[in-house]
């Protein structure tokens, strides 16, 4: 029996029956069955197992099996789908025969996977590069950045993760969430930034919570101005929370936030355990009596605030009572602003003495309280004993000529004070003499500025003023109206 020759095609896939897999029958070779791993070596009647190139054998089965293997060939040969595999398997045979460099540093390989598999892990592979092509080439975890101009009620579309997170990103966006405040976008922005400045936000006492959560663990901001934004009570006590946990903020503004005695107290227990803040402004913060107190027992025991500005608020005698003996024992502040308050009276007598004994208060604004001529006598005693104070404001204070003339006892005495201000008082012409004449009996005054503003001074004024500017060439007298 001769063996029937095979079409090119179907001899090309049986020559290459060695990239197929051993014992995988080549599709294309419908008339001639592979033999299996069992056959007869010897060639005598059985069929013989093919060489490492998968050459053909020949077949001498009985007429009763070969006719049934042609009924199934042909049977296969009509199904559609086994020649749509045997097209494709065919395409891809010589595809790989025409390339004659391996795409892989393993594509010279043989394997023992069927062709089928291969295909179709093939075809998964391409459609997973599909997929991830359309992605776009963002990288995996970037956000968008945000210009100046967005609102305030956009959120960051991705937040960094990660437990050393030193600005507050992600603990402001979840206190947020958590107390329904609208995130500031310029907050988001300026993290980063030195010197944060949110005035007028309406912020309200969620807002201030949202926000104290992220300065908990902000290491960049030093500077903070929230002033005008309704913090109220319970704003404050937030602040003052973040206060006993952030050792980075030196400058806090919270002037005109409605702060209240409450407030006040939270904020004041805070400063007690804080020692970073060196400028503190409470200014319109509705302060009266009892946040006097709290005030003047925690200047008691801090000692790194510099400037405190307790300015526009109602702070009274009482108040006054309370903070002469705090400041006569405190030895950190520097600058003291009080005015727009109600010290006046005896308040102002005790809180004058207090003064008398600080040695590092170098500016003190008094002005709009109301002394009268009992807090001036009061004041000029002070300037007596004091040797630090630089700078004093007691302008619009209803000093009369009286009060002004045992002022005056003071200006005689004191090396120290270089700028006084004393305009707008009922003193007249002749007040302002007597405090220049105080001047000229002191060799060794200091004064620079002079400030009569708002006051008429006559001829005699005038006369002595330019008779003192030989001994006192540095000396600066303002009189009259400010715009003349």
């Known amino acids: 029996m001769q063996p029937?020759?095979?079409?090119?095609?179907?001899?090309?896939?049986?020559?290459?029956?060695?990239?197929?897999?051993?014992?995988m029958r080549p599709l294309g070779a419908m008339g001639e069955r592979k033999p299996g791993p069992w056959g007869d070596p010897s060639g005598t009647g059985m069929d013989q197992r093919p060489g490492p190139w998968g050459l053909a054998s020949t077949s001498r089965l009985p007429p009763r099996i070969?006719?049934?293997?042609?009924?199934?060939?042909?049977e296969r040969a009509q199904d559609p789908?086994?020649?749509?595999?045997?097209?494709?398997?065919?395409?891809?045979?010589?595809?790989?025969?025409?390339?004659?460099?391996?795409?892989?540093?393993?594509?010279?390989?043989?394997?023992?996977?069927?062709l089928r598999s291969s295909l179709l892990q093939t075809q998964e592979e391409e459609e997973e590069e599909e997929d991830t092509?359309?992605?776009?080439?963002?990288?995996?975890?970037a956000y968008e950045t945000y210009s100046e101009g967005d609102s305030d009620s956009d959120l960051e579309r991705e937040e960094p993760r990660g437990p050393y997170d030193l600005t507050g990103r992600s603990q402001y966006l979840a206190a947020c969430k958590a107390y329904g405040a609208?995130?500031?976008?310029?907050?988001?922005?300026?993290?980063?930034?030195?010197?944060?400045?949110?005035?007028?936000?309406?912020?309200?006492?969620?807002?201030?919570?949202?926000?104290?959560?992220?300065?908990?663990?902000n290491t960049s901001i030093l500077k903070l101005n929230l002033s005008d934004n309704w913090l109220n009570e319970e704003g404050a006590e937030a602040i003052a929370g973040m206060l006993k946990e952030n050792c980075f903020i030196t400058d806090l503004d919270l002037s005109d936030n409605k702060l209240g005695a409450k407030g006040a107290k939270a904020l004041c227990a805070a400063l007690k355990e804080n020692t970073s803040v060196r400028w503190l402004r409470m200014s319109g913060s509705d302060l009266g009596t009892q946040a006097a107190k709290?005030?003047?027992?925690?200047?008691?025991?801090?000692?790194?605030v510099e400037l405190l500005d307790l300015s526009h608020n109602l702070l009274?005698?009482?108040?006054?009572?309370?903070?002469?003996?705090?400041?006569?024992?405190?030895?950190?502040i520097k600058e003291l602003n009080l005015s727009w308050n109600h010290l006046r009276g005896t308040g102002t007598v005790i809180f004058t003495r207090g003064i008398?004994?600080?040695?590092?208060?170098?500016?003190?604004?008094?002005?709009?309280?109301?002394?009268?001529?009992?807090?001036?006598?009061?004041?000029g005693e002070a300037l007596k004993v004091n040797s630090v104070l630089e700078d004093l404001n007691i302008s619009n204070n209803r000093i009369s000529l009286p009060g002004a003339l045992r002022f005056s006892s003071g200006l005689r005495e004191n090396r120290t004070l270089r700028i006084l201000s004393m305009g707008r008082n009922p003193m007249r012409s002749e007040g302002c003499l007597g405090l220049l004449r105080a001047v000229q009996m002191n060799p060794d005054s200091g004064l620079e500025v002079l400030d009569f503003s708002d006051i008429h001074l006559n001829k005699d004024f005038d006369d002595l003023a330019c008779s003192m500017k030989e001994g006192f060439p540095r000396l600066c007298i303002r009189h009259g109206s400010p715009t003349a």
């Open 4 to 23: 029937r020759l095979q079409p090119p095609a179907q001899q090309l896939l049986t020559m290459s029956g060695r990239g197929l897999g051993h014992g």
């Open 66 to 74: 070969a006719r049934g293997e042609e009924a199934e060939e042909e």
């Open 81 to 114: 789908r086994i020649q749509n595999w045997e097209k494709a398997e065919l395409e891809v045979v010589l595809k790989v025969h025409e390339d004659s460099s391996p795409k892989t540093p393993y594509g010279g390989l043989s394997t023992n996977f069927p």
């Open 133 to 141: 092509s359309e992605q776009g080439s963002q990288p995996v975890g």
């Open 182 to 217: 609208v995130p500031i976008s310029y907050f988001l922005h300026h993290m980063h930034d030195p010197e944060l400045t949110l005035m007028h936000r309406g912020l309200g006492p969620q807002g201030a919570r949202a926000l104290a959560s992220a300065l908990m663990s």
């Open 294 to 304: 709290d005030i003047a027992d925690a200047l008691m025991v801090n000692t790194k």
């Open 316 to 332: 009274d005698e009482e108040a006054g009572e309370k903070l002469g003996p705090a400041l006569a024992e405190n030895v950190g």
């Open 356 to 379: 008398g004994a600080n040695i590092f208060l170098k500016v003190l604004d008094l002005s709009y309280n109301g002394f009268g001529d009992q807090g001036a006598a009061a004041m």
